[in-house]
Nanobody, 116 residues
């Protein structure tokens, strides 16, 4: 059974930091590109960051570049998102996504709330 379980969300003041984790099971984690996607209140899904499965190369949305860092630990089947210098506009539900060809898995999301 495929599972992606996010954790690490919470309430933080503007300028603070949080580290999100996404623990994966039920599939070959190391073969999948892993992404973080967020949804702010009343808005659509916004892609945040991705780390690929082969080179570990990363990419970021302009809105988070220089503040967020994505990483993965294939031995622990876990992907992380280190979020620094948080802003109120980062408030959203953050979802973990695993993608390989036509396979696409999602977690249940974790809430991040940044107070100004």
């Amino acid at each position: 059974q495929v599972q992606l379980v996010e954790s690490g969300g919470g309430l933080v003041q503007s300028g603070g930091s949080l580290r999100l984790s996404c623990a994966a099971s039920g599939f070959t984690f190391s073969a999948y590109a892993m992404s973080w996607v967020r949804q702010a209140p009343g808005k659509g899904l916004e892609w945040v960051s991705e780390i690929n499965s082969i080179t570990g190369g990363t990419s970021y949305a302009d809105s988070v570049k220089g503040r967020f860092t994505i990483s993965r630990d294939n031995a622990k089947n876990t992907v992380y998102l280190q979020m620094n210098s948080l802003k109120s506009e980062d408030t959203a539900v953050y979802y973990c996504n695993a993608r390989l060809s036509i396979s696409n898995f999602w977690g249940q999301g974790t809430q991040v709330t940044v107070s100004s």
